[in-house]
Structures are given as structure tokens and as C-alpha cells.
């Protein structure tokens, strides 16, 4: 290579070496350094020994098995892996099998029963949380079946993958990847991939009368939010925006139910959820609450998205074996509308007489009662289900569902009656992310 006004007889020989470099909101962008000498020979041994320091870093995966879901968020999945992330993969020298999934629970089924998992490095799903929990089950599923391992038995010690999941955003909302990360960006997800980093996770493992249901990693959600989202899943044909009305609608049908709930209090040294201390680690005994309950959320991290920065519980951790639950009392319409808007500031959500919080590591519920109650005019229901303006003095709504069902990560559960457990992620911590499927264990 001849710069200008250099003569030919003194070549300058050069190599580009490309790196990361952190942006503002928690962005990661590639750049460029070209690196130039007067000797060939030297420029290879530049190269050389960079190129032998690198291969050190064992960390760094080298081929991986890509699911893309078209259909999640605004159906962009595949275009942006193709335009965004395929790039970078193949200038970090990534070679990638990718699956473009064609109906649900397409790559929980191929991980479960086909995949040849000897010889990738990691799975990547492009998507939202959905296909995150999808890929989840698949290869937990996967491991259980190759070791015999009963996931129907609550105490069960499952053993652990060894492949990593990573993750980037192509969905609704993106919780997963937003609380891991900071950001809902494909481009610093796909560059956090390459570099190899990890963050072990905690996961709960749902069981209702002794039979596994569903892992959750993020949000379980009795209440105002099983009702969100089971009332959106018959709005599908609307995208994104399904959420926004369907909250609407829960928040002016205003239903609580009753119910008992029973938990096992996480160690003192474990800290709680609103003293902002993510790290702290005596046995602690049952408790067991009866009442009335608006929502009942079970956090296994912050859950903080683009619409609530902080979270529904901004100081869970992500790795200490334990989850934030989170109970909402029965209250006017007007308190649970000031608890809902603190999830989109920096105010304390947890400071109203009719929330109260616990860091747990096991917990159960029981409904109470066969039909959800109307917290207003309980005395003149409506003979058919219905609902009015919010100012009118008659109920809401009435639910046709006998009762509420339960939001795992996005899936529904329709039995009410659960049983929880969250065991610690075992592992180093680091903050990126990939998620180390060994240290999702239950």
C-alpha cells in the first residue's frame, strides 16, 4: 500500500484489527485500527501474534446455531439478523447454522429432539422473550432427557447444559435482554456474543399438583398481569399495541381475587427487595398470607424495559437464587393507578400501605375463591359480563374465566393453584449477555 507522496520503493504494509468500543445508554459500536509498518515480515508477525493471542481466549465461540423467529414484534427478526448481525458475525469469523422458525414451539421441538449440540458453541435466538423461553426449555429439557432426570419431580436436581444462550432483540418488549444488558440494541448484543461474555441467571421451575408446567426466568404474574395477557393473546392480529389495550381493559375491569399465599423468606443476609442492595447473603421458616389480591408478581430480575427503566423490581438480582414477590392488595382504582405509574419513574413502587414485598426462594398459591370479585358495587352485578365507562357508578367488567391465570415469561398458565422454586445459579458472574445454560438450573 503506497500512501500519497510516498515513493514505491518504500511500500508501507498494513493490517486492520477491529474492536469494541462502548457508547452512550449502554451501547457497544464496532470500530477500526489500522496498524501500518515498512516491513512485510514484520507486519506479519504482527498479525501472527495477534491472531495466537486470540485463540486463547476460549470463551469465544466459534460456530453457533441461530434461531430466528419471523413472526415476533414487528416481524423484523430476519432482517435484522441479516443485515445487523450476520455481518459482524463474519468479520469476527462466527460460522452459523441458522433456523428460521416456522410455527411455535418450532425450536424448543428441534433442540429437544434433533439438534446435534456437540458442535456448536452456543444457541442464539433472534427474537423476543418468548423465543428466549422457548430455546430455554429446549435445551433444559434436552439435558433432563439424556440423564434420565424426572422435571415433573419439584425437588429434582437437574443437571446442567453446558451450551451458552444468547440473545438478540427482535420482539415486543425485550425484557430479558434489556435487564441483562441495558439496551435493546441487535448490533451490542451480537458484539457481546462474539467477545464471549456471560451472566448466569436464576430460573424457577412452575409445578402445579406435582407435574411441571414451565421455567420462568423473568415475570410470573397473577392478576392484573395473567389478565393483560390473556385477554391480548386473543388480539394478536393487532401486534405490539395488543398490550397497551389489553392493560386498559384489566386496569378499568379493576378485578382482585382471593388466595393464599405461602413462601419461604430468602436468608436475612440475602437482603430485601427495598433496601437497593443486590448482593447480601440463618433458615428461615414458612409464612403463609391469605387475602385479596389485585396482582401477585414473582420477579426473578428487574424486569426493566424501555417503558420502565427501573423495573417491576429494580434491586433483583440475577444470580442469588432467590426471587422478589410481589403482592398487591386489594385497593381503589385510583392507588393501583399510582403503584402502576411508579414503575415508570424513579419513585419507590413499594411505598403504598396495600404492596408489600419478599425476597423468597420458594413460594406457593392457592386460590380461594371460584369466581374473580368486582372491587366496586359488589352488591349489583351485571347480569351479563360487560363494562362501563370508567366515571360510571356500576362495576367494570366481569372476566368470563373462573379465575385468573397465571403470565410466565409471556406463556399462559392456566392453573391457578402453583408451586415455585428458585435455586441460586452456580458460576462466575459477569455482566453481559449470554446466558450459561448451566447455571439455569432449578
Known sequence: WEEEGVPRENPIFCFPVFYVKRTKNHQWR??????SCSSAEL???????TR???SLLTNRPKRLLVYINPFGGKRRGKRIYEEKVAPVFQQAGISADVIVTERANHARDHLTTEANLQQYDGVVCVGGDGMFSEILHGLVARTQNDNKVDQNRPGAELKPCMLRIGIIPAGSTDCICFATVGTNDPVTSALHIIIGDSQPMDVCSVHHNDVFLRYSVSLLGYG?????LADSE???WLGPARYDLSGVKA???HNYYKGTVSFLPAEDNLGHPRDKMQCRFGSSSWKVICGKFIAINAANMSCACPRSP???SPSAHLADGTADLILVRKCSRLDFFRHLLRHTNTDDQFDH???EVHRVKKFHFEPLDPQPLLLENQSELPKKPGFCPMGSAQTTCIPSAAHSSWNCDGEILHHAAIQVSCLKALGKTDSALMTHNSLLKC
Open 224 to 228: 392484573f398481569y395473567g389478565d393483560v
Open 43 to 49: 507486519c506479519e508477525q504482527w498479525i501472527q501474534v
Open 310 to 312: 427501573k423495573g417491576l
Open 353 to 355: 400501605s396495600f404492596v
Open 251 to 253: 386496569f378499568l375491569c
Open 52 to 54: 495466537e493471542q486470540l
Open 30 to 35: 464496532c470500530n477500526e485500527a489500522t496498524f
Open 234 to 236: 386473543k388480539k394478536r
